[in-house]
């Protein structure tokens, strides 16, 4: 599954409102009533109140459609509008109207407003900021969304959590319990910076145009499981370990042997039929002590990688776990890409 950056996003919009001929405002229905159908399955008591937070553009406008859709369906809806532009967006003034035509009130917050009256067990809802947040927060609308972190209710984010840049470092963002984002995952939740922002990913189709997604070019990609499943080689019941390949691990040195004893124990239970580690003769016994299943050839060194050889075909080889930075290992290493094309 390709992971595409927010200005491919929304070129994919784009090319998806002109080639099945419908509105944003469709596409944005779409997505919202995704959004609602996966909240009135996970929360299915009737009783449940929801808290929206939403921002004045697009993601603002999917956060009232699903108040809407809530309402209709007789949750206890309260909706906040955050205004950060002088305008609002198109769309977000148009299902702002829709609201009104369901009786459903909202409340506009602005830097003197007191924080919502949330009960623990209710929802809060952000809608605040899409994927098209590009610069720094106002300082009251970081201190609603620290104020909202405070808070125990259960939180879902729209499509990103508010606050969360898609390219660059994020400093204050909401802390979601669940992100239900819309048609692609995104680079930024799998960032490490970000663990605090994200607790869950939940991804919702909205149909996008298919060619357009073949089309578009992305260098990030996102393996799940049906795709894992798909690629998956059964192995025969009559296979056996000279059939199901041979791979060649390179590296340790004295101190870091540990590393070859993972990554050889990593290989075999991947599947390898075989699995020669080639280490330092320091590595000699620990190797056989640990992973005696391994098969084990040495450098002639004691300490470090100095000359790698070997006298058989392997599948596939892997090099570096512990190798070090030593000078003699640098041009071993060096010498051996420059030589493997050759021999195998």
């Known amino acids: ?35 609602f159908l996966w909240l009135v399955n996970h929360f299915q008591d009737k009783k449940t109140v929801y808290h929206i937070f939403c921002g004045d553009g697009n993601n603002g406008g999917d956060g009232l459609v699903i108040a809407r859709l809530l309402k209709q369906n007789y949750f206890d809806v309260h909706v906040y509008i955050v205004p950060f532009n002088e305008n609002f967006s198109i769309v977000f003034n148009s299902n702002l109207g829709r609201l009104k035509e369901c009786n459903l009130e ?45 808070h125990q209710s259960f939180k879902v984010s729209i499509d990103v959590p508010s606050g969360l840049f898609l390219d660059k470092k994020t400093t204050i963002a909401i802390h979601s319990d669940v992100v239900l984002t819309f048609q692609f995952p995104k680079l930024a939740f799998y960032l ?60 340790g040195c004295f101190g870091k042997i540990g590393a070859m004893v993972l990554a050889s124990q990593a290989a075999l239970r991947s599947g390898c039929g075989l699995a020669t580690v080639f280490v330092p003769k320091c590595g000699y016994e620990i190797m056989q002590t640990a992973t005696p299943e391994a098969m084990v050839i040495t450098d002639e060194n004691y300490h470090k990688i100095t000359n790698i050889e070997f006298n058989f075909q392997p ?14 290992t640098t041009q071993a290493f060096h010498h051996f890409l420059k030589t493997i094309p050759f021999r195998w």
């Open 1 to 35: 599954m390709k992971i595409f950056n927010a200005e491919k996003i929304k070129e994919l919009d784009k090319l998806t409102i002109e080639k099945q001929q419908i509105t944003s405002l469709d596409l944005m229905e779409r997505a919202a009533l995704q959004a």
């Open 192 to 251: 490490p910076d970000n663990e605090n922002f994200i607790a869950e990913i939940v991804l919702l189709p909205i149909d996008l145009d298919v060619k357009s997604i073949e089309s578009i070019p992305s260098t990030y990609y996102y393996t799940d499981l049906n795709k894992i499943k798909k690629r998956y080689k059964p192995i025969s019941k009559f296979s056996h370990k000279g059939t199901q390949g041979h791979a060649l691990l390179i590296g």
């Open 106 to 150: 909202y409340e506009v917050i602005s830097e003197a407003t007191e924080f919502p009256n949330i009960g623990e067990n209710h929802i809060i809802i952000d809608a605040i900021f899409g994927i098209g947040l590009t610069r720094e927060l106002a300082g009251w609308i970081q201190k609603l969304i620290q104020k909202i972190n405070y």
């Open 315 to 328: 599948k596939a080889i892997g090099i570096g776990m512990g190798i070090g930075q030593d000078d003699e």
